[in-house]
């Protein structure tokens, strides 16, 4: 069903900006100014520092710069940029504010140029700026918005690249997409899934020189990449170990095998669509993680895929992108993790929810006028129910980021900062999320190895260089099953230089001589 589109000249600036006074009450309404308590914002954060300050893709916690790997470059290179000029990280907090805006305004002009009414384009682009799950990963330090901006442009250079017309070896847009696919590609691994779905997209409209000059300037984009890391010895991806893994939590588990591989990812895509779509969507749906899947989670899961799959129908031909990209973020996610809630959903929720938007929209717009209830069915009458819907969680969004720090975290943080104040920049400072105590401590910072082995994580203090150890509550079980069992079987190595108490948080000073010399004989 088409669905007609009958521009009006008010609408070429009263629609954009209706989308920008949206997003500014939006994201100023839930707008974190703290920083986020996990620790790969953190790495983030110092990876743009060592670019900006001219060190590369370096780890900035020592004298040594050494080379990482750690996370693709794509969004490190572009915090680089603000970081040029500001140390605030609020400022990049703003940034992915920012791209989060222009994915909305690009992907309405996209719905536009589709035949999609213009109220119901701007409608579903509006969405996005007030999906809870999306703004709360808008307001912080990680790669979600940059990843969706870029895999938006990827559309939308493609769309530009048909439209063009022109032989695609001729086509700058065809170029276009190429660069945003394998940026994406660069800010997260997850955008193999545009990759495939833009291949897809070719394959099904039998453009053969198309797909396959596609992938080729796809490969090539992965080279510079591929060969740093192969000149500098750092190794594959570590994205590429984790499939295997029983637990990235506690690798003393080990490793799966091929069947446990398969049953972990049917078991995790049960949950993508069952529980984490659903909870990303529908507001007043209670999911609990740990239970087993419902009845109502498997029907509104179903549905929701369905009005997707044919909102996305009203699309055109670019029906496929959408297709082929949803289904292949669902089979990464599957493949790469166990069952983790809705956080690696976050990117492709603005195309599941817009699509699912005007799937809904048309089959009300049928039914209206199949039942002679009115003419057109309006597309603000879902925008206010919409708005109600997601305003519980919009609440408890703004709640949680006024909030101050747990007092655990709290305490960590204090430490970070006497540690600033009292120790030179040299030191080094192990500890639990190290990143995250980087950003108070601002000197040198290290993690503990996850062994039940004491012998062995003190041999990893050393070998750190080491000078005080962090004991904290954070709540991590890592602390408790790893770190704490090494320090209360060696007391005698770690003497105690803060203490603060609501939760006990220590800060430890470690006797690298005793420690060596304690090693050295159990060698003997």
């Given at each position: 069903m088409k669905?007609?589109n009958k521009?009006?000249d008010?609408?070429?600036w009263?629609?954009p ?9 939006s994201f100023n309404?839930?707008f974190?100014?703290?920083i986020?308590?996990n620790?790969?914002?953190?790495s983030?954060y ?6 900006a300050q ?12 050494t ?6 470059p794509?969004y490190?290179?572009?915090m680089?940029?603000?970081?040029l000029?500001?140390?605030s990280f609020?400022a990049?907090?703003?940034?992915n504010g920012?791209?989060l805006l222009?994915?909305s ?13 213009q109220?119901?384009?701007v409608?579903a682009?509006?969405l996005?700026l007030?999906n809870?799950?999306?703004?709360h990963?808008a307001?912080m330090m990680?790669?979600?918005m940059?990843f ?5 442009l ?6 530009r690249s048909e439209?063009k ?8 847009f065809?170029y276009?997409?190429?660069f945003f ?10 955008g193999?899934?545009m990759v ?6 070719f394959l ?11 992938i080729a300037?796809?490969a090539?984009?992965?080279l510079p990449?591929m060969?740093r890391?192969?000149?500098l ?6 994205y590429l ?5 029983s637990?990235?939590w506690r690798p003393?588990?080990?490793t799966?095998?091929i069947?446990?591989i398969i049953s972990?990812?049917?078991d995790?895509l049960?949950?993508l669509?069952t529980k984490?779509?659903p ?5 007043y749906l209670?999911?609990?993680y740990?239970?087993?899947t419902?009845l109502l989670e498997?029907l509104v899961g179903?549905?929701?895929l ?7 129908q009203?699309?055109?031909r670019?029906?496929?992108?959408f297709?082929?990209?949803i ?7 599957s493949?790469f ?11 492709a929720l ?6 699912v938007?005007?799937?809904l929209?048309t089959l009300?717009?049928v039914?209206?006028r ?5 003419k057109?069915?309006?597309p603000?009458?879902l925008a206010?129910i919409c708005l109600f819907?997601?305003m519980?969680?919009?609440n408890?969004?703004h709640?949680?980021?006024n909030?101050q720090?747990?007092?655990?975290y709290a305490n960590?943080?204090?430490?970070g900062?006497?540690v ?5 920049k040299?030191t080094v400072v192990?500890?639990r999320?190290?990143e995250l ?11 503990y ?7 062995t994580l ?6 750190s ?6 004991l ?10 790893y ?5 209360n079987?060696?007391?005698?190595l770690f003497?105690?230089?803060i203490?603060?108490?609501?939760p ?8 690298r001589?005793?420690a060596a ?6 060698a003997?």
């Amino acid at each position: 069903m088409k669905l007609n589109n009958k521009p009006t000249d008010y609408g070429k600036w009263l629609y954009p900006l209706s989308l920008v006074v949206i997003f500014l009450i939006s994201f100023n309404y839930i707008f974190n100014s703290k920083i986020d308590l996990n620790g790969d914002n953190c790495s983030y954060y110092m990876l743009a520092t060592s670019i900006a300050q001219g060190h590369g893709f370096a780890d900035i916690t020592n004298d040594a710069y050494t080379p990482s790997n750690v996370f693709p470059p794509g969004y490190p290179l572009l915090m680089s940029i603000v970081r040029l000029f500001t140390g605030s990280f609020l400022a990049q907090k703003i940034m992915n504010g920012l791209f989060l805006l222009a994915s909305s305004l690009l992907m309405f002009h996209f719905f536009k140029k589709q035949q999609i009414r213009q109220s119901v384009a701007v409608v579903a682009a509006a969405l996005m700026l007030v999906n809870f799950q999306v703004l709360h990963f808008a307001t912080m330090m990680m790669s979600e918005m940059s990843f969706l901006l870029f895999s938006v442009l990827s559309l939308y250079a493609l769309y530009r690249s048909e439209e063009k017309g022109e032989p695609f070896w001729k086509n700058p847009f065809f170029y276009l997409t190429i660069f945003f696919a394998a940026y994406g590609y660069h800010i997260r691994t997850q955008g193999i899934a545009m990759v495939a779905a833009i291949a897809g997209f070719f394959l099904f409209t039998r453009k053969w020189k198309e797909m396959l000059g596609f992938i080729a300037g796809f490969a090539l984009c992965l080279l510079p990449w591929m060969l740093r890391n192969k000149i500098l010895g750092l190794g594959q991806s570590r994205y590429l170990d984790m499939i295997a893994m029983s637990n990235s939590w506690r690798p003393e588990e080990g490793t799966l095998g091929i069947s446990e591989i398969i049953s972990r990812f049917f078991d995790t895509l049960q949950m993508l669509v069952t529980k984490a779509i659903p909870n990303s969507m529908v507001p007043y749906l209670n999911v609990n993680y740990n239970a087993p899947t419902t009845l109502l989670e498997w029907l509104v899961g179903i549905i929701i895929l369905l009005l997707f799959t044919y909102g996305a129908q009203q699309l055109n031909r670019y029906k496929y992108v959408f297709w082929f990209y949803i289904l292949g973020t669902l089979c990464v996610i599957s493949l790469f993790s166990a069952p983790s809630g809705n956080r690696y959903l976050t990117s492709a929720l603005p195309f599941i929810e817009t699509a699912v938007f005007i799937g809904l929209y048309t089959l009300l717009s049928v039914a209206t006028r199949r039942l002679n209830i009115g003419k057109q069915f309006s597309p603000y009458i879902l925008a206010v129910i919409c708005l109600f819907a997601c305003m519980p969680k919009l609440n408890a969004l703004h709640k949680i980021n006024n909030a101050q720090f747990p007092p655990n975290y709290a305490n960590f943080f204090r430490i970070g900062e006497e540690v600033h104040k009292r120790l030179p920049k040299q030191t080094v400072v192990c500890s639990r999320k190290p990143e995250l105590f980087y950003m108070f401590s601002k000197g040198a910072v290290c993690g503990y190895q996850w062994t039940e082995d004491d012998r062995t994580l003190i041999k990893g203090l050393l070998d750190s260089k080491a000078d005080y150890v962090v004991l904290e509550q954070l709540g991590f079980s890592s602390t408790v099953r790893y770190l704490y069992p090494a320090i209360n079987k060696h007391p005698e190595l770690f003497r105690v230089v803060i203490h603060l108490k609501n939760p006990d948080t220590y800060l430890l000073q470690f006797d690298r001589e005793k420690a060596a010399k304690m090693l050295s004989q159990d060698a003997g």
